[in-house]
T-cell receptor, first 110, second 112 residues
């Protein structure tokens, strides 16, 4: 079952703006991961944040994790047209396997 | 190059036929996975394998079968029992079952 839920379902912004996507989950986790999928391609791993971490950075990406609210956010700063993609969060709340959310579709207009 | 490959990229099948999708990895990963993705949707887990000669059903295993005879290979068979097989199929692998997953490029299956 898909327990991670991303919000919003779709987001359209202008190039140069920041994009924020959120992910909520239901039970305790050890880690939460974010992936990107370009249209018609496989997913690419972006970042993994562990339950004892609150924030993590990778280039223009910033991920935060709030375990008390069971939520995470992915911030993409200074967005580019090439950031247009679907973004998925995945958690290990199942204990045996990753559970992916339905994703946020990001469109960056140039 | 290390990575995960899927073939073919596009596959067409007539109703009532079984078809096998290939997935190979040379990353020396123990765990491998098959997902199904429908248009505008997230990923749904079909089967996963944490070690050679062992695999478990995911959330939507009905109408599918797998084998894991070699560490590097995890083929998926879509059988005629799968009522709505047209979809995008993604294979992935990881060092352990809860770690970072590496995905193949996907196979788009269309039933005619």
């Amino acid at each position: 079952s898909q327990q991670g839920e991303e919000d919003p379902q779709a987001l359209s912004i202008q190039e140069g703006e920041n994009a924020t996507m959120n992910c909520s989950y239901k039970t305790s986790i050890n880690n939460l991961q974010w992936y990107r999928q370009n249209s018609g391609r496989g997913l690419v791993h972006l970042i993994l944040i562990r339950s004892n971490e609150r924030e993590k950075h990778s280039g223009r990406l910033r991920v935060t994790l709030d375990t008390s609210k069971k939520s995470s956010s992915l911030l993409i700063t200074a967005s580019r047209a090439a950031d247009t993609a679907s973004y998925f969060c995945a958690t290990d709340e199942d204990g045996n396997k990753l559970v992916f959310g339905a994703g946020t579709i990001l469109r960056v207009k140039s | 190059d290390g990575g995960i490959t899927q073939s073919p990229k596009y596959l067409f099948r007539k109703e009532g036929q079984n078809v096998t999708l290939s997935c190979e990895q040379n990353l020396n990963h123990d765990a491998m996975y098959w997902y199904r993705q429908d248009p505008g949707q997230g990923l749904r887990l079909i089967y996963y394998s944490q070690i050679v000669n062992d695999f478990q059903k995911g959330d939507i295993a009905e109408g599918y079968s797998v084998s894991r005879e070699k560490k590097e290979s995890f083929p998926l068979t879509v059988t005629s029992a799968q009522k709505n097989p047209t979809a995008f199929y993604l294979c992935a692998s990881s060092i352990d079952r809860l770690g970072k997953q590496f995905f193949g490029p996907g196979t788009r299956l269309t039933v005619l």
